[in-house]
């Protein structure tokens, strides 16, 4: 009997402690109070992409980021900021547990002190240190901090894929919607190889959930663009900067024509830092983000760090929003209204390596139709010319002279055996 009451004492501590870690569990669960998203009096509703922050380099570079953050918000007052994957360098982690909260919790910071909500997705390298996708989701969702992430279906791959629905100014039906879509780690459609992507069971789910709700203006968020980023460059109509190939992933899993047929009429992507175009292919507005965060390589020298900007209106279709780049010394890049920077992008366009490993990899992919005819025609010049003429005639000659001694070998022939 002596030797059973210790035991019982034990259980009885136990209990208490888990009561008390319930408790504080208790601490991070999500207020009950619901942020409605919704247009203004004036019928417009403000989102400011937060692209690559990259935190977890070093202190330096993260309080820029933070002070970056701050400044273009406090500039633009959004009424939604939306973090479009790779917050935090995870590939730069220490070893030590607890590392990727930390980050994330000093990035979340400016933004709760704006009072600004925000929705995210994750991008290639978040997952990279001391928490799965799963975990990072969960950690946000229970941060209290105006987060709007949800952790999505298991339908769908990724974790981060869900949607927002933003009201008309007097509240009640949607008047807009928002889908937040998970591009994953690396390798896409079982190719083991490049940047992830959208994933076909991602895109069934969203099509899916798409046909039972009320149709609404929507727009797309995107870690990793899709290959026809490369396509809506290639055509010459896109407005804004490519400094690096599209890292797109090395399979189309047709989230672009998904959209398209849904009636989304814009996809907003971030993963390439020194890219910042947008421009409208088959009436959907392909638009990168620009480079917020310190950590990392990127923007390219000059650039200065900063944000994009999409300012929708009750009524109108999502392509249509008015975008533009906030910098964080507060001037606006306005890139629709600036013909000279235009001008000089485009010989920056031939000076850039055009694609990159996808359409290397699949020359006659659709999408890769401009890019393989530009590649073939930059190739044709007066002296390639002449030396396939040249060619020919050499071929030519060859021939007759064959056909010569063909027939003068059957000759000889005819003559021995006469
Ligand atoms: C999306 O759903 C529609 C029917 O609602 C269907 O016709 C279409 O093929 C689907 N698209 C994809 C990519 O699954």
């Known amino acids: 009997m002596a030797r059973r009451f210790p035991l019982l004492q034990v259980a009885f501590l136990g209990l208490i402690l888990s009561l008390i870690s319930l408790c504080s569990a208790t601490k991070y669960t999500r207020s009950t109070k619901k ?96 928490l799965s996708r799963e975990q990072i989701v969960l950690l946000d969702t229970r941060l209290q901090q105006g987060s709007l992430t949800q952790l999505g279906p298991r339908e769908a791959i990724g974790l981060s894929n869900y949607y927002l629905d933003i009201a008309a100014s007097k509240g009640g039906a949607p008047a807009a919607r928002l889908w937040m879509l998970d591009s994953g780690g690396r390798g896409c459609d079982w190719m083991y190889g490049g940047s992830g992507c959208v994933e076909r069971p991602t895109i069934w789910w969203m099509n ?40 797109c992933p090395m399979s189309d899993t047709g989230l672009f024509d998904a959209l398209k047929d849904a009636g989304v009429t814009a996809l907003h992507s971030g993963h390439d830092h020194d890219n910042n175009y947008e421009g409208l292919l088959h009436g959907v507005r392909l638009a990168y983000g620009h480079k917020t965060g310190y950590g990392s390589y990127g923007p390219p020298p000059g650039w200065g760090h900063g944000a994009r900007v ?27 209204k600036n013909p000279k920077f235009a001008k000089a992008l485009q010989t920056k366009k031939m000076a850039t390596r055009l694609g990159d490993g996808y359409c290397e990899e699949f020359p006659f992919a659709p999408t890769c139709r401009a890019e393989l005819r530009y590649r073939l025609l930059s190739r044709i010049s007066l002296a390639n010319f002449l030396y396939f003429v040249g060619f020919l005639i050499l071929l030519g000659a060859a021939a007759m002279y064959w056909q010569r001694l063909l027939k003068r070998k059957a000759k000889q022939q005819e003559h021995s055996s006469l």
Do not use: C
């Open 35 to 130: 942020i409605q998203l919704k247009f203004d009096q004036d019928g417009y509703f403000k989102i400011v992409q937060l692209a690559d922050l990259h935190y977890g380099h070093f202190p330096e570079t993260d309080e820029h980021t933070d002070k970056v953050i701050a400044n273009i918000l406090s500039y633009e007052q959004p009424d939604l900021a939306v973090l479009s994957g790779d917050m935090v360098s995870g590939f730069a982690w220490d070893g030590t547990v607890g590392w990727f909260e930390k980050r994330f919790r000093q990035l979340v910071k400016p933004i709760a002190a704006a009072g600004v909500p925000y929705a995210l997705i994750l991008g290639n390298h978040d997952d990279e240190a001391d």
């Open 208 to 247: 899916r959930t798409l046909s039972g709700l009320p149709k609404v203006p929507s727009l797309a968020f995107v870690h990793v663009p899709v290959p026809e980023f490369m396509e809506v460059w290639n055509r010459g109509s896109a407005r804004g900067s490519k400094h690096e190939p599209v890292n």
């Open 310 to 336: 999409i300012l929708l209106k009750a009524g109108q279709e999502a392509h249509e929003a008015e975008t533009w780049i906030r910098l964080e010394n507060g001037a606006r890049v306005d890139q629709s």
